[in-house]
């Protein structure tokens, strides 16, 4: 019994440190969004448990929140600790804890900077820790649903912020139609295509069109891998009711990466049903897919036709022009002025399969301007990206082989990089690996994490976005992140 106490105020301890790190970084609607409740579970050296209150607010803080709380715990503890969600029960409700809304904020300004600096094993204030929590009983168990409709569209996807080109132009406009005339022009509306080349954006932009001009508000986007473990949930937890309500219930459905349905027979039954009854109400639906329903071997034939009812269209990789229009438009959304025309006209001769690729490249070369305080030229651009122009030696890029040349470049066997080690060498290596992979490759997230011994996707989530932000911070972090795409490209590097 003793232990378990103790385990449970260090649960409270940390959350409180953590709560009161991630309430500093959000908006208040935010955080009582998707924040308010989560409480302290226990905590068992390496894993702190949280408690949602709900499946899709436990989706939306694994896809969303993880990176940024596991990264804060991080720095105000020196130890890397891994964060685990699980939906409450009543019981568990009944006995956890719930940081007040008020006297958080009093907390938040004691603990910073001092407690930020405490080792794990340093017990926070006695009064400090009873004063900034109360044990409450939750009654509002599907509180911010409504926020929920919302909370998962980006509103920088917009159609506004779309790039039009010969490439895209017809899946754009028929994208445009659909969100124009909801249900009424083209139902499903299907679209296709290789990743990083606009797919979710286009998903995004119906979303926050039919939001902000028609006023919808049962509007939902979800991508297949959450639809999958939300589904799983309901098993789980007896309220299967609760699920296809909340897909049945919609004026507007939106569904990423419809292809990884194949996986489930049960789900693509319960889709099934989805799909015939929002049709037959009238109701809007948009899919995308990275190819089109004939080419997914493992999709039920009667889906596949419910699938085919609307219009299909593709995106394809960019032509140069527009290549060139997305540089520019993503120079001026990060900020990145002063940048020459013969730089954007170079990464955009160079670059033409994926625009995610292509962003990526204004910013290494953007970032090693700036950190090197220097003026970016032509000649500059092509000693930075090196490793993605057409290689004298072509090299087929695979997962062994990113992982290989990872673990050689900073000395460590493979088994390590992919094992559980928390060492912080380790750490920063296994970060940079991930970065490189979501770089270099069309991979999803889960499946880096099934590339790097089956880790959850959040932590790679957290790892992309973490030396996403060094790259522009630390000198070592950039030349570690060229030379590992340079070996793994070109073969070069020691």
């Not at 685990?84 to 804890?97: H, K």
């Not at 088994?415 to 940079?432: F, K, N, T, Y």
């Amino acid at each position: 019994m003793d232990g378990v106490e103790v385990a449970m105020t260090q649960a409270e301890e940390l959350w409180a440190i953590g709560a009161a790190a991630v309430r500093a970084e959000l908006k208040d609607a935010t955080w009582n969004a998707w924040f308010r409740e989560v409480r302290a579970v226990s905590f068992d050296g390496e894993v702190l448990t949280l408690s949602v209150p709900s499946g899709v607010a436990r989706e939306k803080l694994r896809s969303n929140y993880t990176g940024l709380l596991t990264s804060l715990l991080q720095e105000a503890t020196g130890e890397e600790i891994e964060v685990e969600l699980i939906v409450s029960t009543p019981d568990r409700i009944e006995q956890s804890i719930v940081i007040d809304e008020t006297l958080s904020l009093h907390y938040e300004d004691q603990t910073s900077p001092s407690v930020r600096g405490n080792p794990l094993g340093e017990s926070l204030n006695r009064s400090q820790r009873t004063s900034s929590f109360q044990r409450v009983p939750s009654d509002q168990g599907e509180r911010g649903e409504d926020q929920a409709q919302w909370a998962s569209l980006n509103p920088r996807y917009t159609f506004e912020h779309f790039v039009i080109g010969a490439s895209n132009r017809f899946a754009h406009a028929a994208a445009l139609s659909v969100a124009e005339n909801p249900a009424r022009s083209y139902n499903p509306l299907f679209i296709y295509g290789p990743a990083g080349l606009g797919k979710t954006h286009l998903l995004h932009a119906i979303g926050n069109y039919v939001r902000d001009v028609h006023k919808l508000q049962r509007v939902r986007y979800v991508s297949t891998e959450t639809l999958m473990n939300e589904f799983v949930d309901s098993i789980r937890s007896n309220t299967s009711n609760a699920f296809r309500r909340r897909y049945r219930e919609v004026e507007v459905l939106l569904v990423d990466d419809i292809q990884f349905l194949e996986r489930s027979q049960q789900l693509q039954e319960e889709f099934f049903h989805t799909f015939n009854s929002l049709h037959a109400a009238g109701n809007q639906i948009v899919i995308s897919s990275d190819r089109p329903p004939k080419q997914i071997p493992r999709l039920e034939d009667r889906l596949r036709t419910r699938l085919e009812w609307g219009l299909i269209t593709d995106v394809s990789p960019p032509e140069f022009e527009t290549r060139l229009a997305i540089l520019r438009m993503k120079a001026e959304s990060e900020n990145l002025a002063g940048i020459p025309s013969e730089v954007l006209d170079f990464i955009a001769s160079n670059i033409s399969d994926n625009v995610r690729e292509l962003e990526g490249a204004l910013i290494r070369v953007a970032a090693y301007s700036s950190l090197n305080r220097s003026p970016l030229t032509e000649e500059i651009a092509k000693q930075v990206l090196h490793d993605i122009l057409p290689p004298t030696k072509p090299r087929v890029i695979t997962p062994a082989l990113i992982l290989d040349e990872t673990a050689k470049m900073f000395g460590f066997p493979v088994e390590d990089l992919c094992g559980r080690s928390r060492r912080r060498p380790l750490v920063m290596a296994r970060q940079i690996g991930m970065y490189v992979f979501r770089e270099m490759t069309d991979y999803s997230y889960p499946r880096i994490a099934e590339e790097f011994g089956g880790r959850d996707h959040t932590t790679v989530i957290h790892a992309v976005e973490k030396i996403k932000g060094l790259l522009t911070e630390r000198h070592t972090v950039f030349d570690q992140v060229n030379e590992l795409m340079g070996r793994i490209r070109l073969g070069t590097g020691g």
